[in-house]
């Protein structure tokens, strides 16, 4: 019996282990930070470290550790010489900050639909939103797998625009055996606590190979001054920010960063394990992970299919059969969730062009006129919002200590509700569309 009819819950409590994996090393790195970061003089060698750790990892020149993704995304958009009314190109299915990171530049995000398959900008829809205005493009690594770099690299190529990665799901994934956080001009990472690079509280990671955007990128990190190495000289060059990571933040990813390759093994094998384990099981689609590239599974997500089960869409529909899967697999004990409901131009900022207040940057003054967001230009987007469920993060980590053992467990699940309880499913399913407004 489902456990949400009182049957026996699948996943005993305490069964799945939470991300991050905190290991006596880390404790460790964090109160040596403690201990060696007095007197305040920035950057803090724990900041330093993380920085040339990163650098090594990913074999970019020029690293700067911030305070979350969206600073160091943000840093980016600046340094690629993003100013306002310009516009970036940008997935309609990812986090805000893709977005939200060209608007603190009061630039204008434009969106481009993803592709079913990898979740990712689809390179093929991108010229078509190229203006004279566009600058740049801001490709992002979903749930953990490298978008499809070499292809939009040709295209920025082209068109003389920057292309900027938004590394922050998918630290420790390869494309054509190159490392994210490498696969742009520039990078964005976020080291936030539920990342598969955590810094247990909020961090991010910037990064690039030219001198000058990294001067750029620190003068936003900083006030807006710069940072000739001998001191400070107060004096603000353009407008700045604070963007300066903790320096405890920055000891516990540093030394979550030492094990990344060992754990991004880990994430590799179970989300295989899982895949395999998924196979026999109808109704959800698990995650694609084309040939040249890994998946770090960030998320682990899946597309619901009640077509499979060779239902009536009239009978039960695809967000009825969604939301009582959702609902049965919690109540076996597994952590799943929709994430994202909608594409992001479909969220009330883009709907409303508020923006800073009187509509800006939309209104400034230097945008195109007539900016405006239709969700129904993002059709794939939109579907995956439609049947996407995610395992992941830290609720039902793919991250070591879980291992395949754990996996078939996750896998059990959906064996049970799927196709032994299938017929309670369904019941579900229909009792919450009949109750559908
Ligand atoms: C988490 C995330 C960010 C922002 O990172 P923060 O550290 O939370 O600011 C940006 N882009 C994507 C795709 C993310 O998942």
Known sequence: MLALDGGTRLVPEGAVAPWPHIVDADRKAVLDALDAATPWHWPMRAVRELEEAWGEYTSMPYVLAANSGTAALHMAIAAAGVEPGDEVLVPADT?????????????????????????????????????????????????????????????????????????????????????????????????????????????????????????????????????????????????????????????????????????????????????????????????????????????????????????????????AFRDALEEAVNAEGLGIMRWQPRPVPAQTLFQDLRGYGRGCPWTCGHAAPGHAYRPEEYPVSEEICRRRLVLGQSFSSLGPPNDEGTMRLFADVFHKVLVEERDALLALARRRAAEAP
């Open 95 to 319: 986090f805000l900050a893709s977005a939200s990171c060209v608007l603190q530049a009061n630039a204008i995000p434009v969106f481009v639909d993803t592709d079913i398959d990898t979740f990712a900008l689809d390179p093929a829809l991108i010229e078509e939103r190229i203006t004279s205005r566009t600058r740049a493009i801001i490709a992002v690594d979903l749930n953990g797998l490298p978008a499809d770099h070499d292809a939009l690299a040709a295209v920025a190529e082209r068109h003389g625009l920057t292309l900027i990665e938004d590394a922050a799901q998918a630290h420790g994934a390869t494309y054509r055996g190159r490392p994210v956080g490498s696969l742009g001009a520039m990078s964005g990472a976020s080291l936030n606590g539920s990342k598969t690079l955590s810094a247990l509280g909020e961090g991010g990671l910037f990064a690039t190979r030219d001198e000058e955007q990294f001067k750029l990128a620190r003068r936003v990190l900083m006030f807006g001054e710069e940072l000739p190495g001998q001191g400070r000289d107060y004096n603000a060059r353009i407008m700045g920010w604070n963007y300066r990571i903790d320096v405890l933040a920055a000891a516990f990813a540093r030394s979550q960063l030492a094990r990344l390759p060992e754990m991004t093994r880990a994430r590799e094998a179970n989300g295989a394990a899982l895949t395999a384990a998924l196979a026999g099981v109808p109704g959800i689609r698990p995650p694609v992970v084309p040939a040249d590239r890994t998946h770090v599974y960030f998320f682990y997500p899946l597309l619901v299919m009640p077509e499979e089960l060779g239902l009536d869409p009239a009978d039960v529909p695809v967000e």
